[in-house]
């Protein structure tokens, strides 16, 4: 069973940026042909969607992130990634990658932004 693994996190000053990746654990995996989502689950809330890439490129994203997180794939390098500027912070939470397909979590990544 193929695992994603999520990096990038850490704590950044309000206007900072970061940038996540979310990486197949798999060698032999081609990840070619699935679409991806980064979600995010602040501190004693549910776990809400952020942005999704399909297998093709076409991206959409949350309101409250267009114009600041840019979510991209390098499928030679088996990786999606979520490009954040401009962090508020209201975006401080647990950010998780996942195949559109798969109803399996990583271990997700910690984003704290100070003001």
């Known amino acids: 069973q193929v695992q994603l693994v999520e990096s990038g996190g850490g704590l950044v000053q309000a206007g900072g940026s970061l940038r996540l990746s979310c990486a197949a654990s798999?060698?032999?995996?081609?990840?070619?042909?699935?679409?991806f989502g980064w979600y995010r689950q602040a501190p004693g809330k549910q776990r809400d969607w952020v942005a999704t890439?399909?297998?093709?490129?076409?991206?959409n994203y949350v309101d409250s992130v267009k114009g600041r997180f840019t979510i991209s794939r390098d499928n030679a390098k088996k990786t999606v990634y979520l490009q954040m500027n401009s962090l508020k912070p209201e975006d401080t939470a647990v950010y998780y990658c996942?195949?559109?397909?798969?109803?399996?979590w990583g271990q997700g990544t910690q984003v704290t932004v100070s003001s």
């Open positions: 996942k195949m559109l397909s798969s109803k399996d």
């Open positions: 798999e060698r032999t995996f081609s990840i070619d042909a699935i679409g």
């Open positions: 890439i399909s297998s093709g490129g076409g991206t």
